[in-house]
């Protein structure tokens, strides 16, 4: 498979996504970007280049139905980031920033993770 050397679906590469349990759709949908050059990427465009749509399809519903193998943070626990916003929320600026980055092409599904987790942290915290 073209994708394992760099990515088995979780790689421990910071630099290579974990595909494992993406959506299909949103895997293939980023391997034809990367084939019609909506995304710049030069590995990627030569991993693509002689792949069918059939082809991507395919590797999507391959990632879509691999176990995702969970990491742990290299800093989790009291005073770490995750436990701020766990119990405070972000503030205004950290929010701009956040939001602007959710704002990014082909990441609005990005958008609804962050205002189910906004949801559910404030649900968390009023109760």
């Not at 050397?5 to 895997?27: E, F, R, T, V």
């Not at 990441?107 to 189910?116: A, G, K, P, S």
């Amino acid at each position: 498979m073209y994708c394992l050397p760099c990515s088995d679906g979780n790689s421990l590469i910071p630099a290579n996504p974990k595909l494992a349990g993406q959506h299909a759709a949103y895997i293939t949908k980023q391997l034809l970007n990367f084939k019609s050059g909506v995304r710049d990427n030069i590995v990627m465009a030569g991993m693509v280049a002689n792949l069918t749509e059939q082809d991507m399809r395919n590797l999507g519903l391959f990632y879509e139905t691999q176990p995702l193998a969970l990491a742990e943070a290299k800093k989790n626990g009291v005073g770490s980031l995750g436990e701020k916003i766990f119990r405070s929320g972000l503030d205004v600026r950290e929010s701009q920033l956040v939001q602007a980055a959710m704002d990014l092409p082909d990441m609005v599904f990005l958008i609804h993770i962050q205002d189910l987790m906004r949801s559910t942290l404030s649900t968390l915290c009023h109760n």
